[in-house]
C-alpha cells in the first residue's frame, strides 16, 4: 500500500522529521531529560534505546504533544510541538507504550474516531486497508475488551497510521506480543519506511534494533550517551567478539555503554 502522504515529499528536503534541541525535563525533583539533543532526517528508520526510567517515553511524550518539556525545543518536519501543536502532531503518528481503549469501542469504531480527531471523515476505505495489513479485518466489529492484548497492539498501530503521517514513533510496540506478530509487524513497519515514512523505535528487543535501524541514540538517565549509526556503534563499542555469524552483536554494544561513561 502506499501510504506516503504529499506531505511526506513536500516536506522532504526542507526539514528535518525530527528535531531535539536542549530538550529538559523535570518531574518535581526527578530530572527525567538533561539537555537532549537530536535531528532525524526524513527517510529514517531510528532506534531510540536504553533501559527502563531512560526518559525514552518522555521524550515521545514531548514530541507527540503530551508532556511540555522545561527547556529546549522540538520540532517534527520544521512546525514546533508547542507553538504550532496541530500541524506538528498532524504529521506524526504515535504507537504508545500503554494500551488504552476505550472497551465498549469496536475496532472499527476505535479508528473512526480516531480519525475525526484529525479532522478527517469519509476515511473508510484507508481504515479497510490497514486492517488489511495489520490483519485486523476479521476482528473489525469486535469490541476493543474482547481483543487479545496482540491483537490491541495491532489497533494500536492502526491507530497511529489513520491520519497518513509522514514521521511514525513506535514505543515498545512488541513488548508481551508473540514472536508471530512480532515479525509481521516488523515486515509491516519496514514496508512504511521503504514508502517514504520516518520511523523512530524503542525496543529492549536488541536484536530487532540491529536488523532493522540505521542510527542509534542510547539514552541512559536522561542523557544521550551514544548516537552513530548501527555499523558504526557495532565496531567502536562492540568487543569484536566473533559469534556464529561473525558479528558482534548490539546487545553487548548496549551492556559496555551502560555500564561505563564512554561517550
Ligand atoms: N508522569 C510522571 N510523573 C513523575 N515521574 C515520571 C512521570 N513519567 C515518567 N517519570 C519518571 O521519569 C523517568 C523517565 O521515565 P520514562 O520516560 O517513562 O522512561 P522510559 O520510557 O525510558 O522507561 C523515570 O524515572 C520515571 O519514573
Ligand atoms: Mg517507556
Given at each position: ?16 522529521a ?8 523535570y ?15 526524513p ?131 512488541t ?10 509487524l ?74 561505563g561513561?564512554?561517550?
Amino acid at each position: 500500500m502506499s501510504t506516503a502522504s504529499p506531505d511526506c515529499s513536500a516536506f522532504r528536503s526542507m526539514h528535518s522529521a525530527i528535531s531535539v534541541k536542549n530538550i529538559s525535563k523535570y518531574y518535581g525533583a526527578l530530572q527525567a531529560l538533561d539537555d537532549v539533543s537530536l535531528t532525524i532526517e526524513p527517510g529514517e528508520f531510528f532506534g531510540l534505546l536504553g533501559p527502563n526510567g531512560a526518559g525514552k517515553t518522555t521524550l515521545i511524550s514531548i514530541l507527540a504533544g503530551l508532556v511540555k518539556a522545561d527547556k529546549g525545543h522540538a520540532a517534527i518536519l520544521g512546525s514546533d510541538v508547542q507553538s504550532a501543536f496541530r500541524e506538528a502532531r498532524r504529521m506524526l503518528g504515535v504507537v504508545p507504550q500503554e494500551l488504552v481503549f476505550d472497551p465498549f469501542f469496536t475496532v472499527r469504531e476505535t479508528l473512526r474516531f480516531q480519525s475525526g480527531y484529525f479532522g478527517i471523515r469519509h476515511n473508510d476505505a484507508w481504515i479497510d486497508e490497514i486492517m488489511a495489513n495489520l490483519d485486523l479485518t476479521s476482528k473489525a466489529d469486535s469490541n476493543m475488551r474482547a481483543l487479545s492484548g496482540g491483537m490491541k497492539r495491532r489497533v494500536l498501530v492502526a491507530q497511529a497510521l489513520v491520519h497518513r503521517p509522514p514521521v511514525i514513533i513506535l514505543d515498545e510496540p512488541t513488548a508481551g506480543v508473540d514472536v508471530e506478530l512480532r515479525q509481521s509487524l516488523w515486515q509491516f513497519i519496514s514496508r512504511l519506511n521503504q514508502d517514504g515514512h520516518t520511523i523512530v523505535l524503542t525496543t529492549h528487543y536488541l536484536e530487532e534494533a540491529e536488523a532493522l535501524c540505521q542510527r542509534i541514540a542510547m539514552l541512559k538517565q536522561g542523557k544521550i550517551v551514544a548516537l552513530d549509526t548501527t555499523a558504526n556503534l557495532l565496531t567502536r563499542y562492540g568487543s569484536n567478539k566473533k559469534d556464529g555469524d561473525g558479528k558482534t552483536d548490539l546487545e553487548e554494544v548496549f551492556v559496555n555503554i551502560m555500564s561505563g561513561d564512554i561517550r
